[in-house]
């Protein structure tokens, strides 16, 4: 069994501020999202800073999907769990939102999560930053 790795990424426009997402890639056909994505994944590799990593943040898929909605999880992607509790013999269910982070620990965790199907992409850093309030006791 050899596991094939793909790899995806997208990126944060700061300045116009909204994610772009590559599209499909066909031959010669490359479209702007895309030569932006791989212009700003060339620049990470190569250790190049410039303004234009300064407008860009790019963002790794980790290769896991979502229980609920099967979309793929990015680093900056805020997702919930329920924790189950138990008290006074009942059972309850805490709710945690946790932001993904650039680190295998973090990417390990929703890989337990959604393994049992308690793991929603509810938002991402960028486009929903209320999602991680101190009124929801995020963990990070």
Known sequence: WIYKMIYKYRVWDKV?????YPDGMTGDNVNK???IIMFRLAQEMNGCKDEFQEQY?????????DSIHKKNIYVGDIY?????????????????IIIVEDNISSWYQIYCLSSV????????????????????????
């Open 16 to 20: 116009n501020k909204k994610m772009l």
């Open 117 to 140: 199907g308690n793991c929603n992409v509810i938002g991402n850093i960028y486009e929903t930053p209320e999602l991680i309030g101190e009124e929801y006791g995020n963990e990070m």
């Open 80 to 96: 919930t769990y329920n924790q189950p509790l138990f008290k006074m013999g009942k059972q309850i269910y805490k709710k945690h």
């Open 57 to 65: 943040e790019l963002m790794p898929c980790i290769g896991l999907k």
């Open 33 to 35: 999202n895309t030569e």
